[in-house]
């Protein structure tokens, strides 16, 4: 089956602590991004990536850091949480330039 | 300017009527859009893409793209309750993949 996955799927942890959430595919897709969603601000873009080794940042990318060493694992890693990054959290997937989004299921990221 | 508006509703329409989404976005140079449909707590799933003016049909779904204009619409004909979801319009412009969504059109389908 088709899919992005995403691990974990909630996390509660304290400011400071460094966390790392997975994301995989098995589509073969060239392109990745990850997304936040808050209440009231919709889905905002952290960072994509269009290739292995190639990463640029989207409209929010302070505070996160990504790696994309193979083509179906793109993590997202918090080296020192706070919690104005309390939120929901997508990766997704793109076969090609013009494709639509392939979501994973969400991380809920709750840090205190 | 927001780069793509959606009003945030909710928008409540009785089961069997149409309901009609609308989206204004201010880039030009946008070259695809998307219409997801996200229920609460769940991922968004894509309801529609379309990448040229004019309409585009699947089954009850209808999007429509006036660049001109600079708006996008998604009509549901014949709404279910099952349709009550928040809608999102969704954009890609300025190269790969950077994509920027809307903040959703909440439906509600009363039976």
């Known amino acids: 089956e088709a899919q992005v996955t995403q691990n974990p799927r909630y996390l509660i942890t304290v400011t400071g602590k460094k966390l790392t959430v997975t994301c995989s595919q098995n589509?073969?897709?060239?392109?990745m991004s990850w997304y936040r969603q808050d209440p009231g601000l919709g889905l905002r873009q952290i960072y994509y990536?269009?290739?292995?080794?190639?990463?640029d940042k989207g409209d929010v990318p302070e505070g996160y850091k990504v790696s994309r060493k193979e083509k179906r694992n793109f993590p997202l890693i918090l080296e020192s949480p706070s919690p104005n990054q309390t939120s929901l959290y997508f990766c997704?997937?793109?076969?090609?330039?013009?494709?639509?989004?392939?979501f994973g299921d969400g991380t809920r990221l709750s840090i205190l | 300017q927001k780069e793509v508006e959606q009003n945030s509703g909710p928008l409540s329409v009785p089961e069997g009527a149409i309901a009609s989404l609308n989206c204004t976005y201010s880039?030009?140079?946008?070259?695809?859009f998307f219409w997801y449909r996200q229920y609460s707590g769940k991922s968004p799933e894509l309801i529609m893409s379309?990448?040229?003016?004019g309409d585009k049909e699947d089954g009850r779904f209808t999007a429509q793209l006036n660049k001109a204009s600079q708006y996008v619409s998604l009509l549901i004909r014949d709404s279910q309750p099952s349709d009550s979801a928040t809608y999102l319009c969704a954009l890609l412009s300025g190269g790969y993949q950077k994509v920027t969504f809307g903040t959703g059109t909440k439906l509600q389908v009363i039976p």
């Open positions: 990536s269009m290739n292995v080794e190639v990463t």
């Open positions: 379309i990448y040229s003016n």
């Open positions: 589509m073969n897709h060239e392109y």
């Open positions: 997704a997937s793109t076969g090609g330039a013009n494709q639509p989004q392939h």
């Open positions: 880039d030009r140079g946008s070259q695809s």
